[in-house]
């Protein structure tokens, strides 16, 4: 299990890091927990998917040719609010 966490860290001012793969999870828990709380439009969850599409792209997660516009399009909608 440690292994998942031997990514590198985000640096703090104290010289301390936080593992990436740590705040990437986080952000997925926070994103999935927050999808039944929609109280405005864009809910949170449509704006959280924008973050947590930024943290999983640079990781490694691969994108189908297939789903592409998909994503560009459901991006070009939470943007447009």
Same mark, same amino acid.
């Given at each position: ?48 998917? !924008? +973050?947590? *599409? %930024? &943290?999983?792209?640079?990781? =490694? ?9 998909? !994503? +560009?399009? *459901? %991006? &070009?909608?939470?943007?447009? =609010?």
């Amino acid at each position: 299990m440690t292994a998942a966490y031997d990514t590198p860290s985000l640096a703090t001012a104290a010289g301390r890091g936080v593992p990436y793969a740590l705040v990437r999870d986080a952000v997925l828990w926070i994103f999935i927990a927050s999808s039944w709380f929609v109280f405005i439009e864009p809910a949170p969850y449509e704006i959280l998917f !924008v +973050v947590t *599409l %930024l &943290l999983f792209l640079p990781a =490694g997660m691969a994108v189908s040719r297939i789903l592409v516009p998909l !994503v +560009v399009f *459901l %991006l &070009l909608y939470n943007i447009g =609010g």
